[in-house]
Every structure is written in structure tokens, then in C-alpha cells.
């Protein structure tokens, strides 16, 4: 479904500030997978993410989505195939537009317009479906601008948007990271669901390692770069927050500091 060979990306190169973040990224997603990406700051996750997406093109390497080379493909060109969403609560939607274009926006996405004018009326009842099974009540707030939501109810509806086409690739940054442990224990879950509803295939980074274990098939961690462990199945299953820890440390033959690795 995804398939990342050998990625490479330097921010600035030639410049004091040269940061070489992808060093030979590989990573192989089938479809339906829902794989959880751990890695402490500046491993490289949000980098790879861009590199998905489209946001970013790497130095060299290849990325595959489906049987497709997208590695040079721009961002826009993707929006059918990959949805995302980001940490900030504000950043996946537009605050001046309600609650029905945004989702109109997100549905609308790599497909053509006549098609679009035809469904309208369809359309909002799929929206109002969709959104009350959020049970946030705001089936009956369409109009209401996004800019009046929660954060979490944007997280909610921002996962709906990623969620209205069929066999995407969902990219999560962090998603949960700006919310109260609550609202995030209620994305968390609402991410669940509309995974496994959807049946999408899913990259998820997340700060926290027990998120990281408790949710999805696999585990990989990433470290200056690359995929430095890739747990899944039976052992997965198995591990505890301090097997992975200490299967990072052996991994890397060095001790690994706590910088953005929650043990929680
Ligand atoms: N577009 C960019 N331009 C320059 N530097 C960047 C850019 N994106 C990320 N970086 C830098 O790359 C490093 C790794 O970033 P990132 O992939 O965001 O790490 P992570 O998400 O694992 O914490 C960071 O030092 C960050 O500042
Ligand atoms: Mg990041």
C-alpha cells in the first residue's frame, strides 16, 4: 500500500544549519495496516509524514503509494490518496469555512465537480450521518464555522474529513498531543473506530509508547532517521513500554534520554 525505499532528505545542506533528517528511510505498509511510529524529537517522524504527503520531496529514494511512484509528485496531486491529520487542533480545517464546506472540501478531493453539484443534497445527510456518530451533537450545527469548535471536536471532525474517501492512507502527527487526556482518550478511541470502520491503512507518530503499543498492528521506532526497530504480531502483543525501551537501547548500543519519550 505504501512502500518508502531508501529515503533521504537534508534540511539546508550546504549551510551551517545542514540537517540530514531522513537517512535511508525503508518502510513497507500493507494495506489495512495500522502502524503506530514512535522516535524521540527530530528522529525524522513528521519529516517522513511530509514525505507521504507530498509536503516535502526527498533528496533521493523512492515512495510508492499503491503500485504508484509519487516520490516527485506534488501534494495536491495526492489529496485523493492520502488524508492527515495534525496536532494542532487548528491547522487540518479552515476556521472561517463551516463545519458542512469543510467536510464538502475534504469530499471533494481528487474528484471532479459536476459530480460534486449532483450529490449536494445527498451529500448532507451523509454529513449529518457521519458527524452524529461522533455523538457531539453536531449533526445539527453544519453551519456553525469550525472556528467555534472545541479542539477536540475539530480533532473529531478532522477525522471524519480523512475518513469520507475509501482506501486512503491516513496520516496522524501527534493528533492527540494538544488535547486534555480525556478529549484525547476520546479521539484515540473515535480513531479506532474509524479505522477499523473504514478499514484504512494508517501511520500514526505518537509522543506516548504505551499509545504506541495499545493501538494498531505494529510498532516501528524511528532514530536519526530510519527505522531502527519494528515490532508486530505476537511479540508486539507481548511487550511492555520497558521491553521497547530496552530493545531501543540494545538496538542503538547507546542509552536512550527521556526527550519526547512519555513512558505513560
Ligand atoms: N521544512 C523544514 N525545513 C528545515 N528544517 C526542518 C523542516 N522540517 C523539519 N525540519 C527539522 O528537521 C528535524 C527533524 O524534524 P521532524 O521530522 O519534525 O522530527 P520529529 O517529528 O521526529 O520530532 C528537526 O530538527 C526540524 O527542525
Ligand atoms: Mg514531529
Known amino acids: 500500500m505504501m512502500r518508502a525505499e531508501q529515503l533521504f532528505k537534508t534540511f539546508n545542506p550546504g549551510t551551517p544549519l545542514e540537517n540530514p533528517v531522513l537517512r535511508g528511510l525503508s518502510l513497507n505498509i500493507e494495506t489495512g495496516q495500522f502502524v503506530t511510529v514512535i522516535g524521540s524529537n527530530g528522529a525524522g517522524k ?14 533521493r ?8 511512484d509519487v516520490t ?22 479552515c476556521e472561517g469555512l463551516s463545519i458542512e464546506e469543510n467536510l464538502a472540501l475534504a469530499l471533494q478531493r481528487g474528484q471532479s465537480r459536476g459530480f460534486q453539484r449532483a450529490v449536494k443534497n445527498k451529500q448532507r445527510q ?7 456518530t461522533l455523538e457531539l451533537g453536531l449533526e445539527n450545527r453544519l453551519g456553525d464555522h469550525m472556528g467555534l469548535l472545541s479542539g477536540g471536536q475539530r480533532q473529531a471532525v478532522s477525522l471524519l474529513m480523512a475518513s469520507l474517501q475509501p482506501s486512503r492512507l491516513l496520516l496522524l502527527d501527534e493528533h492527540t498531543a494538544a488535547l486534555d487526556p480525556k478529549t484525547a482518550a476520546f479521539v484515540l478511541a473515535l480513531t479506532d473506530r474509524i479505522v477499523a470502520e473504514q478499514q484504512l491503512t494508517v501511520l500514526m507518530v505518537t509522543h506516548s509508547m504505551r499509545q504506541a503499543l495499545d493501538h494498531g498492528h505494529r510498532t516501528v521506532m524511528l532514530h536519526q532517521g530510519r527505522v531502527v526497530l519494528d515490532v508486530s504480531g505476537e511479540q508486539r502483543a507481548k511487550m511492555q513500554v520497558t521491553d521497547l525501551l530496552a530493545m531501543f537501547e540494545k538496538t542503538r548500543g547507546e542509552k536512550l534520554d527521556d526527550d519526547g519519550l512519555l513512558l505513560s
Do not use: Y
Request: no cysteine; charged share 20%.
Open 46 to 59: 513528521s519529516t517522513l509524514l511530509n514525505a507521504v504527503s507530498g509536503d516535502i520531496t526527498p533528496d
Open 72 to 93: 516527485l509528485m506534488p501534494a495536491w496531486r495526492r489529496a485523493g490518496m492520502v488524508a492527515r491529520v495534525f496536532q494542532d487542533p487548528l491547522a487540518g480545517t
Open 126 to 132: 451523509l454529513f449529518r450521518d457521519k458527524l452524529a
Open 61 to 68: 529514494g523512492r515512495l510508492f503509494i499503491g503500485e504508484q
